[in-house]
């Protein structure tokens, strides 16, 4: 998954090589050797520059992207992803099924499957994410409606049968990151028998408003930084995960970020433009749009808490440290979900200490 911080790209329009741009370091030899051998034969084909070779981004997983010059013609991208630790299958997987459904992706023009190197299209440099920051409103808007009209597409033409299931057992893994990685490893904090059984029941709860929801193909990281601003646009990043799974998990996604935030109102704003032209679609959403931003609400919760934990995991496992500066933000999320619906508001308790965060005032919302 692509939830870190945004990645090192070197930005060269051009195409020529940066003399200070950073050169591909390789820990293990053997793969380096095996790399240039599966290399050499695709830059005869594609007019490859090999000594234009370097690093495009990185991301929160054992992957890394490797940008490439060819001779004539934009620059290409090289997917490194060393099994056992990744399976580039299904990302070969969901690039079929999002060319098939006439969206932006990168085409996978060559693939070593068993060692995980992947030659892809190019899908340029400039992110959601960084266009976002920088947007005026209007600016900001026209590219929030660019990604939901994609979403919707996605949703229409994806097929979920061709994805695997959101499972409930996917889903408590998910939530189970949180007390081990956040409340325990981050914050130090052992539950009594009584909070673990607080916890419990709003796991049970999550799940099954997950599960209630109508089923649709789930990008998983529908987001800023998976997004790229592009022609057409959006070009969608870092699909592999993907899933038959709850339909208002991706609209969650991409307005409760990892990294940039909305007031309320462009939220509402936001997804009541999605629910409208999914109706029109006739995508399987909610008749009525409360209903649906709770659903939103509930499955986003979902999706905090486990971010919350892969935070934590990433800084005290991987360490990446800098993954937890933006615990804040999804605590802040799971605070205002949390004190909304009555059901919930026992994670208010388990919560609190860590963040320092006491709710405005408590609704009873279902």
Not at 346 to 365: D, H, T
């Amino acid at each position: 998954m692509f939830l870190g911080k945004p990645p090192m790209t070197v930005n060269d329009p051009s195409g020529a090589r940066n003399a200070a741009a950073p050169m591909v370091a390789w820990g293990d030899l053997d793969r380096h050797a095996a790399f240039e051998r599966w290399l050499a034969p695709l830059a005869a084909a594609h007019g490859l520059r090999v000594e234009t070779l370097r690093p495009a981004s990185a991301d929160a997983s054992f992957r890394r992207y490797l940008r490439i010059d060819a001779s004539s013609g934009p620059s290409l991208i090289v997917m490194d992803a060393p099994p056992p630790q990744e399976d580039v299958r299904p990302f070969v997987h969901v690039a079929t099924l999002i060319g098939a459904a006439g969206l932006h992706g990168p085409r996978v023009l060559a693939s070593d499957v068993e060692r995980g190197f992947l030659l892809l299209d190019d899908l340029g440099h400039t992110l959601y994410l960084d266009a976002l920051r920088e947007a005026s409103a209007a600016q900001a808007d026209a590219l929030m409606r660019d990604a939901i009209r994609a979403l919707v597409q996605w949703q229409l033409q994806v097929p979920a049968a061709a994805l695997p299931p959101f499972t409930d057992a996917l889903l408590e893994r998910d939530l189970a990151l949180f007390p081990e990685w956040c409340v325990q490893r981050e914050f130090g904090v052992n539950w009594t028998s009584a909070q673990q059984d607080a916890w419990q029941r709003v796991c049970q709860q999550l799940v099954a408003r997950a599960q209630a929801q109508p089923r649709v193909a789930v990008h998983r990281d529908w987001m800023p930084r998976n997004l790229m601003v592009a022609d057409p646009n959006p070009a969608i990043l870092d699909f592999q995960d993907a899933v038959a799974g709850p339909i208002a998990y991706d609209m969650a996604s991409l307005l409760r970020d990892a990294f940039i935030s909305w007031d309320e109102e462009r939220e509402i704003d936001w997804a009541v433009r999605y629910w409208e032209a999914a109706r029109r679609a006739t995508l399987p959403v909610a008749d009525d749009f409360g209903e649906f931003w709770r659903q939103l609400e509930w499955i986003g919760l979902q999706r905090h808490l486990k971010v919350l934990g892969i935070f934590c995991r990433l800084k005290h496992r991987d360490g990446k440290a800098r993954y937890s500066e933006d615990l804040p933000r999804f605590f802040a999320y799971a605070t205002r979900v949390a004190t909304r619906y009555r059901e919930l508001q026992p994670l208010l308790a388990l919560i609190e200490p860590l963040s320092g965060i006491k709710p405005v005032r408590a609704f009873s919302m279902r």
